[in-house]
């Protein structure tokens, strides 16, 4: 069968969205200290705990113990901060609902709190957006950054203390790949894996001058290459800020009170420090005063503050030394809340631990959960079931993979399309009758979760694959 069949290939992309969440994956988990929200693979969000601040982009201030529509579609990046959230569709444009109170979206004429998602009309052609309660920058498709909200501390990064009603300006730097922020404080990834920063220096999270702010962004940290980032909630004007480099590193710095950066003092790290763990890192995830890590054995390790259980061992006693989160393997995502932790496995299911006062985790009545417990799934892992009732059998190894990705399918699948968290294809290929196994090449490509669409006739599969 030719490989020229564009017009099936849309209408199989049709049929997956058509499908909504049955077809998709979990691929991003975060919240608040009150609230989930999952981003499916299919575009979806949907959120559940508490709403009385419209956390949960529903069109309602009602508490909600189910996972409900935040009324979005096409998404391919999600956002939370201390109240409320920020996506990102396949489009370029930007959405947020929860709290807006500060005109921190240079949006001066929206109201206290949004319950439904209002797109933000004055930028376009954004890949990232991630805000505070403040600021929120936007990094866009062809790599420069633009900042909407406050400037009293210079987090516009041009050199001014000028205040800004609406819309956005652009900070003075280019080719931009990732961005993370503190409260006051914003960080920028370059395509070199230089990490540059700017905004509250009080506690010296930008440089270790004696600036209260820096408002023009300085030299934080130079690496080969950055593949994960989190900022944080802080306290006060302060953050504590994570970055993974492409060689597996950790590094750390801003705000350390109870270990949460993984070092027994001091209270402040003024410059990035590099972590000692037992496995090279590809991934990271922050709450208010614990961090996350995925190594790359697909376990999940974690330190700091665990009065909720956020760590995920069956007791409450802080850490400063890395400890695993009891029963989890083969994960290939995690994110956190404020004090809750999550994770999303190879085989589609989601987990989560710490606390559950709102039900942020779970149904369950515990205020607290000490380990991972499976959480209700709006997004399936099985693309569909087939007409005998079984589902489709497809494989890969390795699942994390480096380089070379072998792909096990079955009998009458006839071409294959591998695509990025951006929606691109990157790999096309007809399969032929005569084999079930084939194996491509993704040692070029970013670190990052990528989806394998296998098509039978008119139906089509997706499965999850984590490039390291």
């Known amino acids: 069968m030719s490989c020229d069949r564009i017009v099936r290939f849309w209408f199989l992309l049709v049929v997956l969205l058509c499908l909504g969440a049955s077809v998709a994956y979990a691929q991003q988990i975060t919240g608040t200290d009150r609230h989930a929200s999952l981003l499916c693979a299919d575009g979806a969000v949907f959120s559940w705990g508490y709403n009385l601040d419209a956390l949960l982009g529903d069109g309602t201030t009602v508490l909600r113990t189910e996972a409900v529509s935040s009324g979005v579609s096409s998404i391919s990046f999600l956002h939370c901060n201390s109240i409320g959230a920020t996506v990102v569709d396949s489009n370029g444009g930007v959405f947020v609902w929860g709290g807006v109170k500060n ?4 949006m001066p004429s929206w109201l ?16 990232k957006a991630v805000s505070n309660s403040s600021n929120a920058y936007y990094l866009l498709n062809n790599g420069r950054l633009a900042v909407s909200g406050q400037n009293s501390v210079g ?5 001014t203390t000028d205040a800004l009603d609406s819309g956005h300006v652009f900070v003075n730097v280019d080719h931009v790949v990732d961005i993370l922020c503190a409260s006051s404080a914003v960080f920028a990834v370059q395509e070199d894996g230089t990490v540059l920063g700017w905004g509250y220096n009080g506690e010296n999270q930008v440089d270790t001058s004696s600036e209260r702010f820096v408002n023009t962004p300085k030299v934080v940290l130079k690496t080969n290459g950055i593949v994960s980032t989190s900022g944080s909630y802080g306290h006060g004007n302060n953050g504590s800020m994570r970055v993974v480099t492409v060689e597996g590193d950790l590094y750390v710095w801003g705000n350390n009170v109870n270990n949460v950066l993984g070092f027994a003092e001091p209270d402040i790290i003024k410059t990035p420090m590099k972590l000692s763990l037992s496995r090279k890192c590809v991934a990271v995830a922050g709450g208010l005063w614990h961090t996350l890590a995925l190594l790359e054995d697909g376990t999940v390790w974690s ?3 665990n009065a909720f ?7 409450d006693t802080n850490s400063v030394e890395p400890v695993q989160a009891i029963g989890l393997n083969n994960v290939v995502a995690i994110g956190a809340g404020a004090i809750s ?15 559950n ?3 942020q985790l779970n149904r369950d009545d515990a205020p607290r959960q000490y380990t991972p417990v499976p959480l209700p799934l709006p997004c399936s892992l099985v693309s569909r079931v087939d007409e005998s009732g079984s589902n489709p059998l497809h494989t890969f190894s390795p699942n994390p993979v480096r380089e070379l990705l072998t792909m096990h399918y079955n009998i009458g699948v006839d071409e294959v399309r591998i695509m990025n968290i951006q929606g691109e294809t990157i790999v096309e290929m007809c399969l032929p009758n005569s084999s079930t196994t084939a194996t491509v090449d993704l040692s070029t490509e970013p670190a990052g979760v990528y989806y394998v669409i296998f098509s039978q006739g008119l ?8 490039k390291l």
Request: hydrophobic fraction near 30%; charged fraction near 15%; proline fraction near 5%.
């Open 155 to 159: 987090q516009h990064g041009n050199g």
């Open 103 to 106: 005109n921190q979206y240079g």
């Open 341 to 355: 932790s999550y994770a999303i496995t190879g085989d589609g299911k989601v987990w989560g631990w710490g606390d």
């Open 112 to 127: 206290y709190i949004e319950p439904s998602p209002k797109r933000i009309d004055h930028i376009s052609g954004v890949r």
């Open 309 to 315: 259980g956020q760590l995920g061992t069956p007791f």
């Open 357 to 359: 006062t709102y039900r």
């Open 303 to 305: 330190w700091g503050d």
């Open 459 to 466: 139906v089509a599969h997706s499965y999850m694959v984590v």
